[in-house]
């Protein structure tokens, strides 16, 4: 049979070789690994950290791994809690959400499974007026963590304290307040709708505000100080699930369901790497990233945001850590941010609330994420292993004939900068085994 890959190689037989390789076309001295050219449907929300997929397509990123973006040219847009119900039902094979969100639907939903991360939410903050230091100011001055949170907070006393009457913040407020020595008590609490508190805050009438995430990119945008925030208090948080400052810090990332994973491995892995690499794309230039996704979210959501929206988001709000960052939530059993932790302490949270049943549920009935990146950092470390091995032979990458060994090896080169390790690695060892 003929067999013509996405470069236009030409082949007269697939065959089977060595499990990395895979399937292979036969093209000269190099078995020229294939990749498939394959569509994905996938929902994004209007929000900024929810629709960075928006990069990996506007430059092309999806492309260069054989991706297909459906079912339109940026996916679908949808609420975020219609993710949940689109992945059961076969509509979408991928979303851009978030486990917390995901995860009320996994007794109706035990298909869903959240395969890899992006960026941590760290949602509530305390606002305040220009002239209040902030937690990061403390420890600039040589306080360490818990010294600069209770300096911090101890800053609200006697101050005019804006909040929302629901109890959610107090997830936020409790543990800071703790670490003050202070509470409620010390200071004139305003309890008001955020939209309210918003105008309290720009009259001058309000010194400090705890707002939900959209009040509070207005309120970061107009120059006001996060002074404390959730990744302040997860930072002085136990590495536990009895630590209640954690439930103020949730994971962002990608999901679909075990069902495609097992018929769609590769393509997953894929997919995760193009996240990655969209993370890179947004550290290396900010300004860049947020001039170019910034319209794009106004047009999906009907919003107005400007750069300094923008900023607050990705750097404040939600930021992105690279394929390298994210070691640390898979591979540190002490660190606070921890993936299965994470996940553990949002169902505890539903366990509390009589949501689900106790005991029942784990980070694994949600969570494939790990599989993922350890998949994906061995593939790395065979695709340098074989660089490694390639240089010892005198060869040097070069070329788009990926019929030669030089041609391979750059194209090998390629995939690994773009984070797609799976191709990395098994272009690398076609190249190599031409070589030998």
Request: some cysteine; aromatic content about 8%.
């Amino acid at each position: 049979m003929t067999v013509i890959n996405r470069r236009g190689a030409v082949g007269l037989a697939m065959v089977a070789s060595m499990w990395l390789v895979g399937n292979i076309v036969h093209a000269g001295s190099v078995a020229v690994p294939d990749v498939p050219d394959m569509k994905v449907n996938l929902s994004i929300s209007p929000y900024i950290d929810q629709s960075e997929a928006f990069h990996g397509i506007d430059q092309g990123f999806y492309g260069d791994v054989g991706i297909t973006i459906g079912p339109d040219k940026f996916g679908i847009n949808v609420p975020p809690d219609q993710v949940a119900p689109l992945l059961a039902a076969g509509t979408i094979d991928i979303g851009k959400t978030a486990p917390s969100i995901i995860l009320p639907s996994l007794p109706g939903a035990p298909m869903l499974r959240h395969y890899a991360y992006s960026d941590l939410f760290l949602g509530y903050a305390i606002v305040c007026q220009k002239g209040f230091k902030t937690v990061a100011d403390y420890e600039a001055e040589g306080m360490d963590i818990h010294e600069a949170v209770g300096a911090a907070v101890q800053q609200l006393v006697g101050k005019t304290f804006v909040m929302a009457p629901e109890a959610g913040p107090a997830v936020l407020y409790n543990p800071a307040f703790k670490k003050g020595g202070i509470s409620l008590d010390d200071m004139e609490v305003i309890r008001v709708q955020d939209a309210q508190g918003l105008a309290l805050m720009k009259s001058g009438e309000g010194d400090c505000q705890l707002p939900g995430v959209p009040i509070r990119i207005t309120l970061e945008s107009l120059g006001m100080a996060p002074v404390v925030t959730s990744l302040d208090v997860a930072r002085v948080a136990e590495a536990s699930l009895d630590s209640l400052e954690l439930r103020a810090v949730s994971l962002n990332g990608w999901a679909t369901t075990q069902g495609y994973w097992e018929k769609n491995r590769d393509t997953v892995l894929r997919m995760a790497s193009v996240g990655w690499r969209i993370n890179d794309y947004i550290l290396e230039d900010l300004d860049r990233a947020i001039a170019r996704h910034i319209p794009f979210v106004n047009q999906l959501a009907g919003t107005n945001l400007g750069p300094e929206e923008g900023q607050v988001v990705y750097t404040s709000l939600d930021p992105f850590y690279n394929f390298d960052g994210q070691t640390e939530w898979f591979q540190d059993q002490s660190s606070i941010f921890l993936h299965t932790r994470l996940i553990d302490v949002q169902i505890l949270a539903l366990e509390e609330s009589g949501e689900f049943p106790k005991g029942k549920y784990t980070y694994k009935d949600i969570s494939i994420a790990e599989e993922v990146y350890q998949a994906m950092l061995g593939y790395k470390m065979d695709a340098e292993d074989a660089f490694r091995r390639l240089d010892r032979l005198g060869i040097r990458p070069g070329g788009d004939d990926l019929t030669t060994v030089e041609g391979a090896y750059a194209k090998a080169l390629q995939y690994h900068i773009w984070r797609d390790f799976l191709d990395a690695a098994r272009f690398a060892e076609a190249a190599l085994a031409a070589a030998n």
